[in-house]
C-alpha cells in the first residue's frame, strides 16, 4: 500500500514536471524558430496550396496594384484591350485568377522564376513567361515590362506567392510532360462536344464569355502556338476541370477524342514557329496549320500525336 502511493506520487511529480517541460517548450521562441529548418529537406511535401485572400490586400499603392493585376487576370480582354488579340482573359484558362488549384494555378511563381524553358531556348523571367502567354495563348502583343500593367501582375503574383520559399519545388505545378493518351477519334469527339461543351462553348466553338465559357476554336481562341494547342496538353487540362464543375468525369478516351474535335478546327496562326524549339526536342502533338490540312484530308498520323517520346 505505501509501495503504491509511493509510485502513484512518483508519477504525479514527473508528470507535473513533464507537462511544465512541453509547455515551456511549446512557448518557447526557440522551438519556433528551429521548426522550418527541421521541415527543409522535405520542402516539397510539405508546401500547402493556401492563396491568401485579396481582403487582407494592404491599403495604399502597393495594394491598389496587386488588385489591379487581379482584375487585368480576370478581365484581360476588356481592361488590357490594345494588348489583346482575341476574346480570353488570363482567367480563361488559369481560373480564378490562377488560384484553383487544378486549373493552371499560379501560385508560388515568384518562388521559381527565372527559369530555362527548353520550348524558347533560353533563360526565362516572369514577365517573359506572362509575355508567352500574351502572345499565344491571348493572340496578342507583349506587354511592356515597365508599365502599370505588367508591374500590378507581378504585383498580384508576388502577393499570391507569400510563404513558398524560393527555389521550392511546387507540388500542384503543372508537370512537364502531358500523360500518354488513347489514340482519339475526332467523329466521337465531336458528339461528346454537343452534348458536353457547347452549352458554355457554344455549337461554333465562339464560346459565351471569357469567364463563362471562352472561345475554343475560331478567331477569338488562342493561336496555334499556345500551349493548349498541343493535343494531350489540353486533354488533359479538359479532363481534370471540364465540363466546368465536373472535372474528373470524362475518361480519357473522351477527352483525347474532345479535344481532338477541338483541335481540328481553325484558329489564329502563331507567326513564330519556327523559332520555338531552337535546341531540339520539339514535341509531336502542337496542332498547327499544317495538322489541321491533315485532319481534313483523313491523313494525320494520331498514333504519332499522342506517343510522348522520352
Ligand atoms: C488558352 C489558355 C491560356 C490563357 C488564356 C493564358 N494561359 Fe498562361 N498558361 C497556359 C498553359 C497551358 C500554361 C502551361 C502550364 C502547363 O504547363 O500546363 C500556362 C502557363 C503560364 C505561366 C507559367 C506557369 C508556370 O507554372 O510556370 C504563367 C506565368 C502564365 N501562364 C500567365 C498567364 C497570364 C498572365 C495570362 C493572361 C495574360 C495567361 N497566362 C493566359 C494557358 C493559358
Ligand atoms: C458550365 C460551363 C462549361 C462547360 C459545360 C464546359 N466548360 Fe470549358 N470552360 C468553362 C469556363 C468557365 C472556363 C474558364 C476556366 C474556368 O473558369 O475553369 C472553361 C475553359 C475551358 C478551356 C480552356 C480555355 C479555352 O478557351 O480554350 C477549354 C479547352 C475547355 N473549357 C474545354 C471544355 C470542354 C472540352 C468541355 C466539354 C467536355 C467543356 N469545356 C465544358 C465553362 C464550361
Redesign the pocket.
Known sequence: MKNSLAIIIGFLIFGSLFVGWKISQDLSPAETATAPQQSEGTASSTIEFNPPTLDDVPDGPLGESIKYGYDL?ME?NTIADEYVGNN?S?A???ANGGTVKDE?P?IG?TAVYPEYRPREGDVYT?ED??NG??IR??NGKMIPEDSKEMRA?IAYLHYMSEGVPSGAEIPW??AKEPKQFPVPSVEDGEKVYAQSCAACHAADGGGTGSNTGPAVWGENS?NDG???SRLT?MAG?VQKNMPKGQGGTLTDQQAIDVASYILSHERPEFKGHEGDWPKGGRPADIMNKEKREQVKNGTIDWEELVTIKK
Open positions: 487576370m484581360t480570353l488570363c480563361s484558362c488559369h493552371a499560379m511563381l516572369l513567361r506572362i502567354c500574351m495563348s491571348m501582375m505545378r503543372a488562342f499556345a500551349g493548349m496538353k487540362y
